[in-house]
């Protein structure tokens, strides 16, 4: 039983890993990594400089153990100086004491050497402990740097995705095959629009089938036959006119004055009695007179019944 409930544990936790995994945000992951990443270069920066610390340690205490050893080697040799003069003096105690004391700075000196060399062979292995740690962060440093640069381009690609997923998701919100929605699509305006178009031309359709239609139709070609009658009626009389009155009857027709008043009822030119206005001498009209003419003699007398 147990057995059973830590499988189907199991099986839960790899369910909701792979579905967290699924709708998990692909920027938010990339930033985890990211940071996972510095904090691993952190970690080994820290480490690095720790190393190379000791390796600067080990400097130091070398450093002083030369000296150490420079001391102690030098009041050897003034021991052994001391000793030898007091020797040549004749003086055994004193040269058998710098003696001693000699021996016991050479015992230091021995072990100041011993600790030397050990710090040395540690100073060199901390030499090439701090090389690689080096190494290690600098190649870190690089594939940080790499690390950045393909968040930089997988942050552009999933900028570019979204962008085509939203052009799918409008292209297919167009199309006629998208079931409908909450919002209607183009398609179904057009189809909604052609549908009552198909509709009101039915209705007209058979509205014009009808008897009142055709009694419009009937009375609008009547009194266009009517009309077109008219028309060539006065055109007739516009012609009629501009016959009898002559060029002077179109000239006056043409200047839009009543056909009475430019040539009396019958068209013709104005006489003695006529309502027209007289010729004047001068005038285009006016009768022209010339020397020696009979009838100037009868004008002048009267005419003929005078």
């Known amino acids: 039983m147990a057995n059973v409930v830590r499988k ?10 792979r579905k967290l995994d ?20 952190k970690a080994l920066l820290e480490q690095a400089a720790s190393v190379i610390g000791n390796r600067k340690l080990l400097e130091m205490q070398i450093a002083r153990q030369i000296e150490t050893v420079e001391k102690i080697t030098d009041l050897a040799r003034q021991s052994v100086v001391l000793a030898d003069q007091a020797r040549v003096a004749g003086d055994a105690v004193k040269a058998d004491h710098y003696e001693q004391t000699a021996h016991t700075f050479a015992g230091e000196l021995v072990g100041a050497e011993a600790s030397l060399a050990d710090s040395k062979v540690l100073y060199d292995q901390a030499v090439a402990s701090s090389d690689q740690a080096r190494r290690a962060v600098e190649d870190n440093a690089a594939r940080l740097r790499g690390q950045l ?27 006629s095959l998208e079931p409908s929605g909450d919002t209607p ?10 549908h009552r178009y198909a509709v009101a031309s039915g209705r007209q359709e058979l509205a014009s089938q009808g008897v009142e239609a055709k009694m419009i139709e009937i009375r609008r070609a009547t009194q266009d036959a009517r ?7 006065i055109r007739a009389t516009m012609a009629a006119g501009g016959a009898a009155g002559g060029p002077g009857q179109a000239a006056v027709a043409g200047s839009g004055r009543p056909a009475s008043i430019a040539g009396g009822p019958n068209g013709a030119g104005s006489g003695a009695g006529s309502t027209g206005t ?20 009868e004008q002048s007398a009267g005419g003929p019944g005078a």
Request: no cysteine; aromatic share 4%.
């Open 8 to 17: 189907f544990y199991r099986y839960l936790s790899a369910s909701a890993n």
């Open 22 to 41: 699924e709708r998990a945000d692909p920027r938010v992951q990339i930033d985890q990594a990211m940071d996972e990443s510095r904090k691993q270069h």
């Open 149 to 175: 640069a393909e968040r930089a381009r997988l942050l552009t690609q999933i900028e570019h995705t979204a962008m085509q997923e939203r052009m799918s998701a409008a292209m297919g919100g167009m199309s």
């Open 185 to 194: 699509t183009f398609g179904e305006i057009r189809d909604k629009i052609e």
């Open 227 to 233: 009309a077109s009658d008219r028309l060539g009626e």
């Open 278 to 297: 007289e010729a004047r001498p001068g005038s285009p009209d006016a009768p022209r007179l010339t020397k020696g003419d009979p009838s100037d003699g």
